[in-house]
């Protein structure tokens, strides 16, 4: 199994900054990718982006440009940046690790975008 911990929510004005971590332990030699997905009040939980073994990336068109995941392999540990945040950012965000066809999720952290 996978353990994650997310950190780093909080509240920030429009066109500000936040940079989320997610921290894994556990079986972390079997996680094929991770990613992070987002939950706003009374909508689905959406993709946000996602960053596999190899490297490679991929991001939702709402935050292209404007997020970036990278990874820190001797922590074990994934950041989001966020900049320009709008809003609509507002969700909890939830930190994701693929195990073959399983999934681990974090218990999210709250992001707020407001004046």
């Known amino acids: 199994q996978v353990q994650l911990v997310e950190s780093g929510g909080g509240l920030v004005q429009p066109g500000g900054s936040l940079r989320l971590s997610c921290a894994a332990s556990?079986?972390?030699?079997?996680?094929?990718?991770m990613g992070w997905y987002r939950q706003a009040p009374g909508k689905q939980r959406e993709f946000v982006v996602s960053?596999?073994?190899?490297?490679?990336?991929r991001y939702a068109d709402s935050v292209k440009g404007r997020f970036t995941i990278s990874r820190d392999n001797a922590k074990n540990t994934v950041y989001l940046q966020m900049n320009s945040l709008k809003p609509e950012d507002t969700a909890v965000y939830y930190c994701?690790?693929?195990?073959?066809?399983?999934?681990?999720w974090g218990q999210g952290t709250q992001v707020t975008v407001s004046p």
């Open positions: 994701n690790a693929q195990v073959g066809v399983l999934s681990s």
């Open positions: 556990g079986i972390i030699s079997g996680i094929n990718a």
């Open positions: 960053i596999s073994r190899a490297g490679s990336t």
